[in-house]
């Protein structure tokens, strides 16, 4: 996985209000990797309200409040749908879900374990889900029965991203961000339009 992906489920959550831990600064390429090393993000939640309702399984910004901490997968195969026959043939999508992976993310979140709620969410981070049904549908009930709580499309980030970023702030601690500053500035990339229904 390339570190702007990365960087840029890290700039989403962090524009949303969260806390994020990135358990290793390596890529694992030559071997299989370690239960540790499944784990892309940690993110937690300080603004989380005990007694919130369960977020959706679709997360846009508006879902955000209602997670308190969750493990995040980034899946970055930026030219691929996740279809039926996909999510079948490809296990090391679910590898971030195995027993001894959320066993070390219990671990990593062993200090807030008596807080209410206490569940750790499976959040999964990727390009796109077919449009098409009875696929669409499909592809997000395999997803669940894996046991993904939850899916962010790429799309999804960068849209709310691109809302955000000002043209007037530099962002020199984000190369993600002030990239998507820089495209905005010169017009090459612009905020996502309202559409008004026609009469």
């Known amino acids: 996985m390339s570190a702007i992906d990365e960087g840029i489920v890290r ?25 540790g090393e499944e784990i892309d993000l940690l993110v937690y939640n300080p603004t989380w309200q005990p007694g919130s309702r369960r977020p959706d399984f679709f997360l846009f ?79 997000v009930a395999l997803l669940k029965a894996k046991g993904v709580d939850a899916i962010i499309s790429f799309r999804a980030m960068l849209l709310d991203l691109i809302e955000k970023v000002e043209t007037n702030r530099s962002y020199k601690k984000s190369d993600a961000l002030q990239v998507i500053r820089i495209l905005k500035n010169y017009e090459l990339l612009r905020d996502p339009q309202l559409t008004l229904p026609s009469r």
Request: no cysteine; proline share 8%; aromatic share 12%.
């Open 61 to 139: 910004p508006s879902e955000m409040p209602f997670i308190q901490r969750a493990l995040v997968a980034v899946k970055p195969w930026h030219t691929d749908v996740f279809t039926p026959a996909m999510l079948r043939s490809a296990p090391e999508i679910f590898s971030f879900l195995e027993e001894n992976v959320l066993k070390q993310v219990k671990r990593l979140f062993a200090s807030d374990a008596d807080e209410a709620g206490g569940e750790v969410m499976k959040v999964l981070v990727l390009p796109a889900l077919p449009t098409a049904e009875p696929f669409r549908s499909q592809s």
């Open 11 to 35: 700039e989403y959550f962090e524009q949303n209000g969260f806390f994020v831990r990135q358990v290793r600064k390596y890529q694992v390429q030559a071997r299989k990797k370690t239960s």
